[in-house]
């Protein structure tokens, strides 16, 4: 199970700072990933982490802007989200799949969160 926490609303060009916890103890087996969704929209990969912590990788639109890390000690995943824009607004969700193979792609993962709504105003 996971559980994700952090959205809310902020201006343009703010930072907020997402986190998701995962309940079990195979949290460090799995790669955790971020995705958001807005409305009419697919789900977009933002970003994701293998199980170690030890690489990361980064959709397009937000390289450069968005940090994912874990600690696995915490079974968390974070992402801090800087220099925000109007754009990134969505409801993101955090996920966690087995298949390193299948990490860009929301179908292939094995476990949801809740979803955590992002609101970035111009």
């Known amino acids: 199970q996971l559980q994700a926490s952090g959205g809310g609303l902020v201006q343009a060009g703010g930072s907020l700072r997402l986190s998701c916890v995962a309940s079990?103890?195979?949290?460090?087996?799995?790669?955790m990933g971020w995705f958001r969704q807005a409305p009419g929209k697919e789900r977009e990969f933002v970003a994701g982490?293998?199980?170690?912590?030890?690489?990361?990788y980064y959709g397009d639109s937000v390289k450069g802007r968005f940090t994912i890390s874990r600690d696995n000690a915490k079974n968390t995943v974070y992402l801090q989200m800087n220099s925000l824009k109007p754009e990134d607004t969505a409801v993101y969700y955090c996920?966690?799949?087995?298949?390193?193979?299948?990490?860009?792609?929301?179908?292939?993962?094995?476990?949801w969160g809740q979803g955590t709504l992002v609101t970035v105003s111009s």
């Open positions: 996920g966690a799949v087995s298949d390193y193979s299948g990490r860009y792609y929301w179908r292939r993962y094995d476990y």
């Open positions: 079990g103890r195979a949290f460090s087996m799995y790669n």
């Open positions: 982490v293998i199980g170690n912590g030890g690489s990361t």
